[in-house]
């Protein structure tokens, strides 16, 4: 099965400000990703329908949190960041975008 990734506009802010070798191993990650989905973590509680994938660079270990959509066979990444706060931070914005959405 061949999965395609998205990405959604937080993602792409965030992914922007990062260095051109952080990016470069983002990259990467992303292939592996969409190779097999389910090889991250998935969440629970709030975070349910999120799965994350650890990775390191440059001394650091980064978060990369995406859905699954089976229905498209595609991956949306939401958002990338390090661990402080990261799974916060995602849960307040995923649930503004709810309110927003409804």
Partial sequence: ?????????????????????????????????????????????????????????QNDQYLLAYLISEKDTSVIFLDIGQHENFYRDLERHLKTRVEDAS
């Fill in 1 to 57: 099965m061949t999965w395609r990734g998205l990405a959604a506009p937080r993602y792409n802010r965030r992914r922007k400000r990062l260095l051109p070798m952080v990016r470069q191993i983002l990259d990467e990650e992303q292939k592996k990703i969409l190779e097999d989905p389910r090889q991250g973590e998935r969440k629970r509680g709030a975070l349910q329908d999120v799965w994350v994938w650890k990775f390191r660079a």
